[in-house]
């Protein structure tokens, strides 16, 4: 039983190593087609369930992208509640979002040689 636990915290942790490393720019793939908020941000990406993750993970993402330019914010008002903020991608964001969508395809495949006996 115990070998079993290790494995599925091994396995939780490899998923949670890769997820960081491409939930940006999943993130702004989701914000091409248009403004979100943070919440249906997490319900898009729970539709998927290796890309799930908490609003203690993505929050603070969301406001690194839009300190560094790739996002901006506005608020809008809600029919159900207090006004949202959006999320939505900025020039720099579609531009960061082109060059990792160009090199995906090579490290995912570079990645696959090493993998796939």
């Given at each position: 039983m115990v070998?079993?636990?290790a494995s599925n915290e091994q396995e939780?942790?490899?998923?949670?190593?890769?997820?960081?490393?491409?939930?940006?720019?999943?993130?702004?793939?989701?914000l091409r087609d248009g403004p979100r908020y943070g919440v249906e941000l997490l319900?898009?990406?729970?539709?998927?369930?290796?890309?799930?993750?908490?609003?203690?993970?993505l929050y603070p993402l969301l406001s690194r992208l839009r300190r560094s330019g790739l996002a901006d914010t506005f608020l809008m008002e809600s029919a159900?509640?207090?006004?949202?903020?959006?999320?939505?991608?900025?020039?720099?964001?579609?531009?960061?979002?082109?060059?990792?969508a160009g090199h995906w395809p090579g490290f995912r495949d570079a990645v696959d040689r090493f993998l796939v006996p």
């Open positions: 070998a079993g636990k939780a942790r490899s998923v949670s190593q890769l997820r960081k490393g491409v939930l940006e720019y999943c993130v702004l793939a989701l319900d898009v990406l729970a539709g998927s369930p290796v890309m799930a993750t908490s609003q203690g993970t159900s509640g207090p006004s949202r903020r959006y999320y939505q991608l900025t020039d720099q964001g579609r531009q960061a979002l082109e060059e990792f």
